[in-house]
């Protein structure tokens, strides 16, 4: 038996990872921060997600990412066992339909059972445009559940999740115009017994008045850090693309999330979903150094967090 979590502890998140799109290092980037992280293994780090749970029995991950087999393999709290096919992972909570935050569902294909929650969009795109429902309907065991947001779920005997809006952009594949308000969602995760909060936002294209209602009584969150400038892709030769074009509001800077996230009461403040040009992953940086000082974390690959 998996040891229970006693009456009031805490609910357990566990981070796994914090790169966006495509890891750190990046296989065919060679800006500044990829060549350090292969210098360096031991800064590298696999996609953005966390684990959770309000019981230590059964988690939930939220989101699926390319890299979820190593994810798993490296938190042995998301081991197998005692029987040959029991694993405590019992669902994934999907933020949007993006490949790096889906991939990782055909990654968990040997037949366990496990409910995947996403809103009506995304579940959507997972049927039509990139058809992974058909795809896992003769490989695994899974159970689609629509998330309506600002409806509050219970997932286990002391976890709840409420879904709000963060963004409206489809995924690329899509290829149709089609905005919706729940193409991309954060989630409020609260613990019904202690009524510890923590918020995962890992896309956000503005701080607006509905997202700084979401994050005002939260104890901890975990933000979208995906750029430290607006224009930093271009800056470094890695695209021409602005952060705020796909979807991001930038760390830094006067209009940045990081001054408004330094001012939140929250006891934990993580970026994660950092792109491997943004130079807070290197921990000698004067913009790492800076969040420092404003009382914020950079998020890693194993950091737990109780609230």
């Known amino acids: 038996m998996r040891e229970k979590a006693e009456l009031g502890r805490d609910m357990f998140v566990h981070c796994l990872g914090v790169a966006a799109g495509g890891g750190y290092p990046q296989w065919n980037c060679a800006c500044a921060g990829c060549r350090k992280a292969r210098a360096k293994p031991e800064v590298a780090t696999t996609h953005a997600g966390i684990a959770v749970s309000g019981t230590g029995e059964r988690w939930f ?3 699926a990412t ?10 042995p709290a998301l081991h197998p066992g005692p029987e040959v096919r029991e694993t405590p992972v019992a669902g994934v909570l999907l933020t949007d339909a993006e490949f790096d935050h889906t991939i990782g569902l055909l990654v968990l294909r ?4 496990l409910t995947v929650y996403g809103t009506a969009p995304v579940l959507e795109a997972l049927t039509s445009s ?9 490989y695994a065991d899974l159970s689609w559940s629509r998330l ?3 409806l509050p779920l219970d ?7 409420t879904a709000f809006p963060t963004g409206s952009k489809a ?4 290829g149709r115009p089609c905005e919706s308000a729940e193409w991309e969602v954060g989630f409020r995760l609260e613990d019904r017994v202690t009524g510890g909060t923590v918020v995962y936002a890992p896309t956000l294209p503005r701080w607006d008045a509905a997202f700084a209602e979401q994050v005002a009584t939260a104890d ?12 930093e892709m271009s800056g470094q030769g890695a695209g021409n693309r602005t952060g705020r074009s796909m979807g991001h509001l930038p760390v830094g800077g006067a209009d940045g999330s990081a001054r408004a996230l330094a001012a939140l009461p929250a006891t934990r403040k993580i970026y994660t979903h950092i792109n491997n040009t943004n130079p807070i992953l290197d921990d000698e940086s004067p913009e790492r150094r800076r969040l420092t000082d404003l009382g914020i974390e950079v998020g890693r690959a194993g950091l737990e967090v109780e609230v």
């Open 66 to 75: 390319p890299d979820v087999h190593h994810q798993i393999a490296a938190d």
């Open 148 to 150: 309506e947001t600002g």
């Open 110 to 113: 040997e037949g366990s059972a």
């Open 171 to 174: 995924p690329r594949y899509v």
């Open 155 to 161: 997932l286990d005997d002391r976890l709840r999740v």
């Open 61 to 63: 991950l939220l989101n």
């Open 220 to 231: 901890c969150v975990f933000l979208d850090g995906t750029f430290w400038t607006d224009d």
């Open 130 to 138: 990139f058809p992974v429902r058909d795809l896992l309907s003769d």
